[in-house]
């Protein structure tokens, strides 16, 4: 079995409206549930938009922290599903289904990396 990161990419901005997001985040509760029930779901996590990061760094022996994403851009990852699957093909299975709840949000699929 090997481990995936199926991560949720999305625009930055507004959050769609309750009416727009409901139906989406009951659609996802329930394909989390599935995961759970097929014994592939590790965890799942939503995060906040990008200005709510702050980064660290250590530079020449003192620790710098600012405010703001590491990275800026247009999209950003908004969510994420960590699955344990035997192999690439069923992971994309996963990350299709999850793509078409989220309405067209792409889904990157990378595998996590056994040894550091």
């Known amino acids: 079995m090997a481990q995936y990161l199926l991560n949720i990419v999305q625009p930055v901005g507004e959050v769609p409206p309750p009416e727009e997001l409901g139906p989406v985040m009951k659609e996802l509760a329930a394909l989390n549930e599935e995961m759970q029930a097929a014994a592939v779901w590790v965890f799942a996590a939503a995060l906040q938009q990008p200005e709510a990061s702050t980064v660290v760094r250590a530079e020449d022996g003192d620790v710098l922290v600012t405010d703001g994403p590491y990275a800026e851009g ?43």
């Open 74 to 116: 247009k999209e950003f990852i908004g969510g994420f599903d960590v699955i344990e699957v035997e192999d690439l093909d069923e992971a994309l299975l996963w990350a299709g289904r999850l793509a078409r709840v989220l309405g067209g949000l792409p889904v990157e699929v990378r595998p996590v990396a056994q040894r550091f």
